[in-house]
């Protein structure tokens, strides 16, 4: 992760105080990073299959990304979680998820090919998962780490 990143999110949280919601902060470090960004294509081809998949760093012009959710635990969570992922053309990478006493969380990590619209599949997760009763949050891997770290 590179110090830009996490400078900025001390800095938004920080300026936000308690009012610093993860979701909040994400939204406030995207709309500055987006901002900072060059042009993106409007989509690009599904990612190629790898064999035997180099997982410590995304493919070339990839977007790694976490996934968490948590809920009241219901059958079809984590398929609804993936087969939304799948259809944005998501390589999963690594799923954990943990059921206690009625209530599940997911922490889902996976690689979006080059181009896909972030956001779009944001919004498709949050309201999937709102259908299920569930909360889902798809932050980019640094965003994340930055957010989490101790």
């Not at 799948?86 to 979006?112: C, E, R």
């Not at 090919?113 to 956001?119: P, Q, R, Y």
């Amino acid at each position: 992760m590179s110090a830009d990143v996490r400078a900025l999110i001390d800095r938004i949280a920080s300026a936000l105080g308690p009012e610093a919601t993860p979701e909040r902060v994400e939204r406030v470090a995207r709309a500055v990073l987006d901002a900072r960004a060059p042009a993106e294509p409007a989509r690009a081809p599904a990612p190629s299959r790898r064999a035997h998949a180099d997982v410590s760093s995304p493919p070339d012009g990839a977007t790694r990304v976490v996934v968490t959710a948590y809920g009241e635990d219901q059958p079809g969570v984590l398929a609804a979680i993936t087969a939304e992922l799948s259809a944005a053309g998501a390589n999963v990478l690594d799923v954990s998820q943990k059921v206690l006493q009625g209530y599940f969380t997911v922490v889902l990590v996976a690689d979006l090919a080059a181009g896909t619209d972030l956001g779009a599949v944001r919004q498709t997760l949050q309201s999937r998962g709102e259908a299920m009763g569930a909360r889902v949050l798809l932050q980019h891997e640094e965003l994340f780490q930055a957010m989490h770290r101790p």
